[in-house]
């Protein structure tokens, strides 16, 4: 034992030594204190004790937690770590690069994303007929307000709210008195803002017509002006004129929309005053820089107000020719003292002047002002008017390079003569061939200044007439009340102030079958309601699941949930003069809907001749009578009845718009192709 010891090598220790500790130093007091001991102590002796020289081999470490830096260190050192470690980085790298570039190329090849405008139906309302909200039997916002769930209930998300600005209600309200202000009839500055407040909160839009072409003669300006005052002195156009003996001789020829002579004399001034339509709306002079800057403020002051975007009506009216010549005559053997009616001059002189689509650009770059935003792009619609000229009328979407109105309104539907397959065929190709490319269409069936379907075309023609414009490419426009076939009203009912303005489509929205037609729960309402209210009304149709209501609210559904509907190709293959057929497509989807549309007599139609790739049957997806949704119809024997309309759902590897023989008769807005595998929209088709 002792020769072992002696064979071991002597180790030092102190004395008051004890196991070295090569944790973390847990008290530093401690250690301090140690320290003054040993200094007044004597040095430690020493002492030998023998060790095992095994004993003293470095242990193996191993990887273990709460490990301090330099143990970390030593095996991230290790080739196996930092293999590992490179090729998790570089594999990081390599993801966030694949994930980056995919990015960008979705980004790149997906189609342009339907605007607010383009995406959902527009409703005009015609405010002072749409809801009474107290008792007077007119009209007015809170009215509005209180029927939002009807806009929603037909799946519809922009609505348009014709003119309220105040107003003496000369040609119900299209002269404005104030375009700072509410007229009283229908409720206050506080009604719009909440009215608006609603609506966005609903996540629906609002847009409202401007006139800017004249102002009532109770007009601020046009009182100034009459007095020679200032800036306003030439706010409107004046020219000398003689009166003697109680008639006026004209400066010219020139005839007011309404009829006889657009000048009037004006006591006060001693000249007369130019006015388009009525004498008491005189035209703004629109040659004056103080005049646009005024029409720009007022579209300011009701954009920061938060409206999403304007209609602008009359627009071509905005300038006339400074040299004041007559306007030709149509008929040049009449007697020219004997010219009273509008339609009896070409009006070379007095609309679409040049110099015109640069102030309704300006209006442009106005709105533009606050479309920056994201989500809140300010639309812009024109009234073009054009019913002679589709290519003028096709000058209000702008050029390539500079923007004007989103589209001018489209009136090719309500303009017809007369109704039949190929009519209605004429009316949408005329559209769309002169549209220029890349531009969005909208059709409309009924307005405020036309009579309604019922009583224009027919009854029977009702639900073929939405079905026809719920399911056309582009943005469909319906005027409140057509939604449960309303008629108009008899003309003999209607007053005298109402003369000029078509009241007799203005009648009150017809609700439910109550007194007034649930219009107002005043004595009387300002139009007489339908005789028909009781069975023509949102109550009733509401339960009726054959009624025009609920196909309306279907054909909406349709078209907001189905892509080739939404967006897709429109081809046309077969019209005559009782039905009109297309199809609605999208590249990369097998699914078509077909549109059989029947305008004149009972028809039957073989489409397979016509289409060969078509399927032996399809399937009824919609009718506009409800009993047959879902049966399958023979497509070389396809029936319809007057007034019937079918949407047509098949599924083909061959849609029409690849074929040879219908490429002059396919169109599509903003193009766009379906990927299956990736369930997304791309361009490149």
Known sequence: MVEEEAKSLPMELSEKGGVENNGFVQNEAFDDKETDAS???????????????????????????????EVLLKFSSQARYRVTREVLFWLIVAAAAVLVCATIAIIALSPKCLDWWQASPIYQIYPRSFKDSNMDGNGDLKGIQEKLDHITYLNIKTIWITSFYKSPL?????????????????????????????????GLKVIMDLIPNHTSD???????????????????????????????????????????????????????????????????????????????????????????????????FL??????????????????????????????????????????????????????????????????????????????????????ADFPFNFNLINMKNVSGNS????????????????????????????????????????????????LPGTPVTYYG????????????????????????????QWDGKVNAGFTQGNSSWLPVNSDYQRVNVEIQMTWSNSTLNLYRELTF?????????????????????VFVYVRELDGLDRVFMMVLNFGQESTVDLKAIVPTLPAEATIRLSTNFSNTGKAVNTKLIKTELGEGLVLEYKTAKPVHTMEAFQGNCFVAEKACYSSAFNLLYVNC
């Open 558 to 578: 349709l078209r907001n949930n189905e892509l080739p509907i939404h967006r897709g190709w429109m081809c046309y293959i077969w019209n005559d003069s009782n």
């Open 482 to 509: 057509e939604e449960i076939g309303m008629e108009n009203i008899a003309s003999e009912n209607v007053s005298k102030e109402c003369i000029n303005s078509d009241p007799v489509v203005k009648s009150p929205m």
């Open 39 to 69: 200094s007044q102590e004597e040095m430690p002796k020493t002492c030998t004790v023998a060790v095992d020289p095994a004993s003293t081999e470095e242990p193996v470490l191993k990887p273990y937690a709460g490990m301090p830096k």
């Open 170 to 202: 000369k040609d119900l309200g299209y002269g404005a008195e104030d375009f700072y202000d509410v007229d009283p009839m229908f409720g206050s500055m506080s009604d719009f803002e909440n009215l608006l407040a609603a609506v966005h909160d609903r």
């Open 218 to 316: 109770k007009h601020r300006w046009f009182q100034l002006s009459r007095n020679r005052t200032g800036k306003y002195t030439d706010y409107y156009i004046w020219q000398d004129c003689t009166q003697a003996a109680g008639s006026v001789s004209p400066p010219n020829n020139w005839v007011s929309v309404f009829g006889n002579s657009s000048w009037q004399f004006d006591d006060v001034r001693k000249q007369c005053y130019f006015h388009q339509f009525g004498k008491e709306q005189p035209d703004l002079n629109f040659r004056s820089l103080a005049v646009q800057q005024e029409i720009r403020d007022i579209i300011k002051f009701w954009l920061s107000k938060g409206i999403d975007g304007f209609s602008f009506s009359a627009v071509k």
């Open 424 to 471: 209605i065929s004429e009316a949408v190709n005329l559209w769309m061939k002169n549209m220029p490319a890349g531009k969005w269409p909208n059709w409309a069936v009924g307005s405020p200044n036309a009579a309604r379907i019922s009583s224009r075309i027919g009854k029977e023609y009702v639900n073929v007439m939405n079905m026809l414009l719920l399911t």
């Open 319 to 404: 300038l006339e020719a400074t040299h004041l010549r007559d306007e030709p005559q149509v008929n040049k053997s009449q007697n020219p003292e004997s010219i009273t009616a509008y339609s009896q001059l070409y009006h070379d002189y007095t609309a679409t002047q040049v110099g015109m689509h640069d102030i309704i650009r300006s209006f442009r770059q106005t709105m533009n002002q606050f479309s920056s935003e994201p989500g809140r792009y300010r639309f812009m619609g024109s009234d073009g008017d054009e019913t002679e000229d589709t290519e003028a009328t096709m000058m209000y979407y702008g050029t390539t390079f500079i923007q004007e």
